[in-house]
């Protein structure tokens, strides 16, 4: 079968395999004095006669008796070996020794558990009866009797084999004999795997795979499964080790109805400071005739002279791609389409940085009746940074309690449109030099009251500006008109240089407090204090007059001055804070149970928002509030409401985690303020239940669409869980109203069977 070949009986050689998710085992019992014995060092003694005696020893009832040497319930000792047994009878002519009861044998990568032992002490060959042998990194191997002629060299009969360290193991292999030789490879002869104690059809008649405890080449569990959509799948991985430092899994999987889908991944590790991989997918769909591909690259490296090196890379031809062909509970609905890229140190003044990054957007071009979501939309979106270098020098005292900093960025930009049936794929790129000083601090603390500066010069250029603005100043400060027939990403016109002074002036103060002592409420038992500060404040940002052809790409366009203000801004902020501090007992710290923000700004000047509106008089009221009154649960809300419309957007979060691992995510999200943007509001909860001392697991989420009435994705996985064992049943819903491409369909099930050591032995998908 050649050297590099590795079957499926015995495939968990490979350090590097990735081993399914299986369940947490139940401890074993704990190990007897005489287990343990070996893990805690001690002195042996020399007995009666050593001389004659190759090893040293400790025990009970050592005697002579003419040419043996008997010792009762104890252990002996020489160059490496261990060995404790019921007794030990040693012929000191000969060099045999014979043991009986409760032995353990170990050594280097050697642990030998056996009822009956006889072996040449000096030579180490020998055999053994009703013997258990641990092998790594987590197999147990059963057998009869074995004959070795070193210890690392062994021939057994009749042997059990399986990861499940129980009695009665959830699944093993049979095998008529194996050879093995742990310097090299091992031969096995009929092997049969078994679940329990039922057989299954696997089979192999005879087989050879590496014994070494090295990483080794060689081939991966086979995967079978069937699709009524895909038909059947048949998929075969093989293991490559290139070196120390790098090692590659190739994973092709053949679809009978859609051709062969080719997979890999690659990890190197070259030193502790550097890690890194590769996945990545792709096939050419038949019923679809596209190809369709997901690749990741994920880099680490932070070297000792302070420079790091990060990148987080992910593409996909579409964002079905992951719920047709992924893998696992948890991708659908969880998949990232971002990128990013970083390079940078910090030094004792401040911090230089490379960074590069892309943001995808798939849009849903369908019945969607809002002025931006038309058939003239692109289906997909690349916002890209192509790369942008910064240097920010550290604060640094100037004037008494204020401070000094600021920074500079190069950057390139881009949106890249993928065209829809009624518009053409198109890209536009500009250049954005930004240099900016800030200047902040405590002004002074007067008794209760405290006073805050921040003042900030910036100046901008864009090589590029917006072809057309989007919105049409004329049409009054509560809003603009969306023009469809212009687009918030056609960045190709005039070159543009905006010059902007900002401030913030802020008052606050007093705090109010009040305690409240042994206070019982909800399950908490203790001291409670509550406080309140006010604030506000004042913020001037001058005006640019073009800002309405700027392009909007992050914040530093949007809300480019001080305290996120936008261009021209003339505004008065208040609100307050609160906080709920609590601790269990007297004389312990305060814990920050609850945090509560309300504020709202008034602009005496009309504002361009993010998104193209004008703006004035009073803003929305913003409300955060963050609870957490111990590990268990946590709650979040934000809420902005418009004063003068009634529109509101909301965002609500809890997290609970309950016994024995389960846990429960809630969210509710809905957007009313923006009138241009796509209204969204929706729901989305998760959560896993753990039954029956875990031997039954039931995972779930979804995501509810109020607008279009029903479920956009959704996934429930019951679980049976027995030792080493998974039988796994799962629902996944996903919602097709979309022209992207795809050959799944909108509802399936799954069953999949999972063996711990050997991966999922078969799958079904209906």
């Known amino acids: 079968m050649g050297r590099h070949l590795l079957l499926a009986a015995l495939p968990a050689w490979l350090v590097a395999q990735e081993l399914p998710r299986t369940?947490?085992?139940?401890?074993?019992?704990?190990?007897?004095?005489?287990?343990?014995?070996?893990?805690?060092?001690?002195?042996?003694?020399?007995?009666?006669?050593h001389s004659r005696v190759p090893f040293t020893w400790r025990g009970e009832r050592v005697r002579e008796e003419g040419d043996l040497w008997i010792l009762e319930q104890g252990a002996i000792q020489a160059e490496g070996l261990l060995l404790l047994a019921d007794r030990i009878v040693y012929r000191m002519s000969e060099g045999e020794l014979s043991a009986e009861g409760h032995i353990r044998l170990e050594g280097p990568d050697l642990r030998l558990r056996?009822?009956?032992?006889?072996?040449?002490?000096r030579q180490r060959s020998g055999e053994a009866w009703a013997l258990q042998m641990d092998l790594p990194p987590s197999w147990t191997l059963r057998s009869g009797h074995v004959a070795f002629a070193t210890l690392r060299t062994w021939s057994f009969d009749a042997v059990e084999l399986s990861p499940c360290p129980e009695e009665r193991p959830g699944w093993k292999s049979k095998l008529s004999s194996l050879k093995v030789d742990l310097d090299g490879f091992a031969t096995l002869r009929n092997a049969h795997i078994y679940l329990g104690s039922i057989p299954t059809p696997y089979f192999i008649p005879w087989a050879v795979y590496p014994a070494q405890m090295e990483r080794t080449s060689g081939l991966l569990p086979p995967k079978l499964g069937y699709s009524n959509t895909f038909g059947a799948t048949v998929g075969l991985s093989h293991y490559q080790v290139f070196g120390d430092a790098l090692d590659a899994t190739f994973s092709p999987e053949y679809f009978s109805k859609e051709?062969?889908?080719?997979?890999?991944?690659?990890?190197?590790?070259?030193?502790?400071?550097?890690q890194g991989s590769f996945s990545g997918e792709t096939i050419h769909q038949r019923s679809l005739d596209t190809r369709r591909y997901r690749f990741n690259l994920k880099e680490v490296w932070q070297r000792e002279d302070g420079w790091q090196l990060t990148a987080d890379v992910n593409q996909a031809s579409d964002n079905l791609v992951d719920a047709d062909f992924g893998k696992g509970l948890g991708n659908l609905g969880a998949t990232s389409f971002d990128s990013a890229l970083y390079l940078g140190r910090s030094f004792t003044f401040g911090s230089l940085s490379l960074s590069a990054a892309e943001q995808?957007?798939?849009?849903?071009?369908?019945?969607?009746?809002?002025?931006?979501?038309?058939?003239?939309?692109?289906?997909?979106?690349?916002?890209?940074?192509?790369p942008q270098g910064e240097f920010r020098f550290f604060p640094v005292a100037v004037l008494g309690p204020l401070y000094l900093d600021g920074g500079v960025r190069l950057g390139r930009f881009a949106y890249r449109i993928e065209g829809s049936a009624e518009a053409p794929e198109r890209s536009y790129s500009w250049d954005r030099q930004d240099a900016n000083t800030r200047l902040h601090g405590r002004l002074g603390q007067w008794g209760p009251f405290r006073a805050d500066l921040e003042m900030m010069g910036r100046a901008t250029h864009y090589s590029s500006s917006l072809e057309a603005p989007v919105f049409d100043p004329a049409a009054g400060v509560d809003g603009a008109v969306v023009n469809p027939a212009t687009s918030p990403f056609q960045v190709d016109g005039a070159a543009a240089t905006r010059y902007l002074f900002s401030s913030h002036l802020r008052f606050s103060g007093p705090q109010v407090g009040r305690s409240f002592k042994d206070v019982s409420l909800l399950g908490y038992t203790g001291e409670l204090k509550h406080v309140v500060e006010p604030y506000f404040g004042f913020t001037e940002t001058s005006r640019y007059g073009e800002a309405g052809t700027?392009?909007?790409?992050?914040?530093?366009?949007?809300?480019?001055?001080?305290?996120?203000?936008?261009?021209?801004?003339?505004?008065?902020?208040?609100?307050f804070k609160q906080h709920i501090l609590g601790r269990g007992m007297s004389g312990s710290s305060f814990a920050d149970l609850a945090r509560l923000r309300i504020a709202t700004r008034y602009h005496a000047t009309p504002i361009i928002l993010s998104d193209g509106r004008y703006k004035k008089g009073w803003s929305s009221v913003d409300t955060d509030l963050d609870v957490e009154p111990d590990e268990t649960w946590r709650l979040s809300l934000r809420r902005s409401s418009e004063v003068g419309n009634g529109g509101s957007d909301n965002a609500l979060s809890v997290d609970m985690k309950a016994q024995e691992g389960g846990r429960f995510n809630l969210a509710y999200f809905s957007t009313g303020i923006n009138r241009f943007l796509v209204r969204q509001q929706g729901l989305q909860v998760g959560g896993l239940q753990?039954?029956?001392?875990?031997?039954?697991?039931?995972?779930?989420?979804?995501n509810y669409d109020f607008k279009f009435k029903g479920f956009a994705s959704s996934q429930v996985a019951l679980a049976y869980v027995r030792p080493c064992v998974a039988y796994i049943l799962k629902y996944t819903h996903v919602a097709l109203n979309t022209a992207l491409v795809s050959g799944g369909r909108e509802d399936r099930v799954d069953f999949t069977l999972t063996l711990r050591g050997l991966g999922d032995l078969f799958s079904y998908r209906y």
Request: charged share 25%; net charge negative; glycine share 8%.
């Open 114 to 121: 056996c009822e009956r032992l006889r072996m040449a002490w």
């Open 259 to 274: 051709g062969m889908l080719w997979g890999g991944e690659a990890r190197w590790n070259p030193d502790l400071t550097h």
């Open 23 to 49: 369940p947490s085992l139940d401890p074993l019992e704990a190990p007897t004095p005489a287990e343990l014995l070996p893990l805690r060092p001690f002195q042996m003694e020399s007995g009666p006669g």
């Open 550 to 575: 700027l392009p909007r790409f992050d914040i530093l366009d949007s809300f480019p001055g001080v305290n996120e203000s936008a261009s021209g801004e003339r505004s008065f902020e208040v609100g």
């Open 690 to 702: 753990r039954l029956w001392d875990d031997r039954v697991r039931l995972e779930f989420s979804a």
């Open 360 to 386: 995808r957007s798939f849009f849903f071009t369908k019945d969607q009746g809002d002025p931006f979501y038309s058939p003239e939309f692109p289906a997909s979106l690349r916002r890209q940074t192509l």
